[in-house]
């Protein structure tokens, strides 16, 4: 997997990630997730366009920054997944926790309102 960070308009940080999170990328995974939780109020959209794979116990690492998040009043959201991710989040019940949208663009536009 790799991951990038751009951040957008201050105050978004969008988190693009690609190839495969499993067991051997997880680390590389909540070490980023640790530095954008160090904002105070963190906005973070996942870009998972360019994401081929993810398993469901690598999902978790987002369920815990989210409950960070949330206590801060930001939010985190998801992007351009894949069919086989979207039903994957669909399959494990996220997609009633998190906000997923098929564009990063569309995320940012609908947190601005």
Avoid at 34 to 45: G, K, Q, Y
Avoid at 61 to 67: D, E
Avoid at 86 to 97: D, F, H, K, M, V
Wanted: proline share 3%.
């Amino acid at each position: 997997m790799q991951a990038t960070v751009t951040d957008y308009r201050c105050d978004v940080a969008v988190l693009r990630l690609s190839g495969e999170l499993d067991s051997d990328t997880a680390t590389s995974l909540h070490d980023l997730l640790a530095d954008l939780l160090e904002r105070t109020v963190p906005r973070i959209v996942v870009d998972m366009t360019d994401l081929k794979f993810c398993d469901s116990v690598r999902l978790s690492a987002f369920v815990t920054a989210k409950q960070v998040i949330s206590a801060r009043g930001g939010w985190l959201s998801f992007a351009g997944p894949n069919r086989f991710l979207a039903e994957l989040l669909e399959t494990i019940g996220l997609s009633r926790y998190f906000a997923i949208f098929p564009e990063v663009d569309d995320a940012i536009a609908a947190a601005q309102i």
